[in-house]
């Protein structure tokens, strides 16, 4: 491992493509565009076979002035899923590579982010893969996601990525490694977001968060987002929402602050919950369900839970206000008030859980004076009800998904 951020790993781009002419064109251009340092910049670009040849042949006559250019033409349709675990197996060349699916943009800075980063974190065995992606949407709830600014430039979560990442040799081989006695389908599981488990058979993704947490491997993020997705219509998605796309770096900036695991306390779990809050509860880490969002309603039968919504019966432990973002500065900072709840569910023979309250909603997604109104009077509940069926179905028939 050499931390020097003037060292630059072996990295290869790959780019990812299928029959979105325009989809690609816009990301080819965005790499033409980027910073990179003075030596060989690997492109490699895998197309899967369609109906269409317009895509293969712009890569074709598209001129990459970094380094060398490699077309990977598949023959056979491999689908999504296939053809992207397919793309890991260039790690044999490689120390890293970097993903890119074809409807994203890249920040100008984005490679030597991503190479700071391979430096940094290639070796622990705690890390799955590096995200160039930020999140500023939790995809379980659509809600707000906002991680506790440490004044480093990352921060970690059991949740792979797709929407640009990078995959390290020997992180890699362990997950492909695990993949290949876990590829059948799967359904729901007390310790899975249920968004994951309904994702459609051509999801990939959904694997590589499954393998994250059940093994507690980490992605590592950025603060500020070195890729954006522009959601073009494809294989998971109608197209259409810019409700992932976000900002990215355009500042010249030459370090990155990267700790180590062993001194970053900002951790979050694959449903975008923050991990080791228990200190500031005076539980026990084993024993205690993080609810904010309220996803994961206890499923796994913890004792305490710390949840926004209103558990009947249940014994109140203490209670805290929605003061300060993100959530968890509330527990860390002690902010007295309404809103989180921790519970002692010892004495419960069945847990029942009410609705979110109206004022913990408008906290989580800035929702306005006129749907607090529509609410209060359950004329809300039944929108909320119709779209929650709506996300629902489309994401059992494989329509807008994440993955």
Request: proline residues 5%; contains cysteine; glycine residues 6%.
């Amino acid at each position: 491992m050499n931390n020097n951020p003037q060292f630059f790993p072996n990295v290869a781009i790959v780019v990812i493509g299928y029959n979105r002419l325009d989809s690609i064109q816009r990301l080819l251009s965005s790499l033409l565009q980027a910073d990179y340092p003075k030596q060989e910049i690997p492109l490699i670009i895998s197309i899967d076979k369609s109906p269409s040849d317009k895509v293969s042949e712009y890569a074709q006559s598209f001129e990459w002035p970094y380094g060398t250019k490699h077309i990977v033409r598949h023959s056979q349709n491999l689908g999504l899923r296939k053809h992207v675990l397919q793309c890991g197996d260039f790690l044999k060349q490689y120390e890293a590579v970097i993903i890119l699916e074809d409807d994203l943009l890249v920040s100008p800075r984005f490679y030597y982010f991503a190479c700071q980063a391979v430096n940094k974190y290639s070796k622990n065995e705690c890390i799955a893969g590096i995200s160039l992606y930020s999140f500023a949407i939790n995809y379980h709830t659509r809600s707000f996601f906002l991680p506790e600014q440490d004044g480093n430039d990352v921060y970690f979560m059991n949740c792979a990525q797709s929407w640009g990442q990078v995959w390290l040799r020997k992180p890699w081989q362990d997950f492909i490694t695990w993949y290949s006695k876990h590829s059948e389908e799967f359904t729901e599981y007390p310790h899975l977001p249920l968004s994951i488990c309904h994702w459609p058979k051509s999801s990939w993704l959904k694997y590589h968060t499954k393998y994250c947490i059940e093994n507690n491997k980490y992605f590592v993020y950025p603060h500020i987002s070195l890729t954006t997705n522009s959601d073009d219509p494809g294989s998971h998605s109608y197209g259409g929402s810019t409700l992932f796309q976000v900002s990215l770096l355009y500042g010249k900036k030459e370090h990155y602050q990267l700790p180590e695991l062993s001194e970053s306390k900002v951790f979050y779990d694959g449903f975008f919950e923050r991990k080791f809050l228990a200190p500031y509860l005076n539980v026990k880490e084993e024993e205690v369900c993080i609810d904010f969002y309220g996803m994961k309603n206890n499923r796994e039968n913890k004792r305490y839970w710390l949840t926004t919504k209103k558990i009947r019966q249940a014994k109140v432990i203490r209670t805290f206000g929605l003061k300060l973002r993100p959530y968890e500065m509330n527990i860390i900072q002690n902010i007295p008030g309404e809103g989180l709840t921790l519970y002692d569910t010892l004495s419960m023979k069945k847990i029942k859980s009410g609705p979110i309250p109206a004022f913990v909603l408008k906290y989580m997604y800035g929702i306005g004076s006129i749907a607090l109104f529509l609410y209060t009077f359950g004329i809300w509940k039944l929108i909320y009800t119709s779209f929650s069926e709506y996300f629902h179905r489309m994401k059992k028939w494989g329509f807008r998904k994440v993955f």
